[in-house]
């Protein structure tokens, strides 16, 4: 069936750097755009980046851009986030999601906590 | 950005009443770009509705989708109480952005 697993999650100190991946089974990898969003505790949902399909195009929020990287590996049938510069405010659970506009599938999520 | 903001922050209501949950834009939603999730506590958000009003695979037809422009609205004809849950609109016009949700609790 379809799934997407993420993986990766912890803890950090601030500045610290961590990546986070998101395997994918049940379709067609390569054919999907695939984002990551996140949610901070007790808060509600937050896009953070998304790539395409080719992997020619990605898109990070504002609040990420120049600290995070989202790539893929087709071969792997994985998905990443590479997450630099960390803050206290990134504290959250990050999900992977299938979908070039909305998100038809999601993954059951992984907690990143940045803290000293 | 476009924003979006839900309203009620929370809805309670009894059993089998009808629950209007609103998400306004602040600006047009083109094209009706307008999803809306549903996250039970403690699990992943599941989408509803697509496009404004389009169910999703395997969504009862209990849950509709309307609206256009800036003004839309997702019903829940007849509450039960595995609808507890928090609802989210995202728009996918420009970027993406979910609204603050709406918290639907049984009375």
Redo the contacts between chains.
Sequence with gaps: QVQLVESGGGLVKPGGSMRIACAVSGFSFSDYHM?WIRQAPGK????VS?ISSSSGDS?H?DSVRGRFTISRDHAKNSLYLQMNSLRAEDTAVY?CARGR????V????TTVTVSS | EIVLTQSPGTLSLSPGERATLSCRASQSVTSNYLAWYQQKPGQTPRLLIYDASNRATGIPDKFSGSGSGTDFTLTISRLEPEDIAVYYCQQYVSSFTFGGGTKVEIK
């Design positions: 984002n509600g949902l937050e896009w998304n898109n929020a999900y506009f909305y998100m038809d999601w993954g059951k999520g």
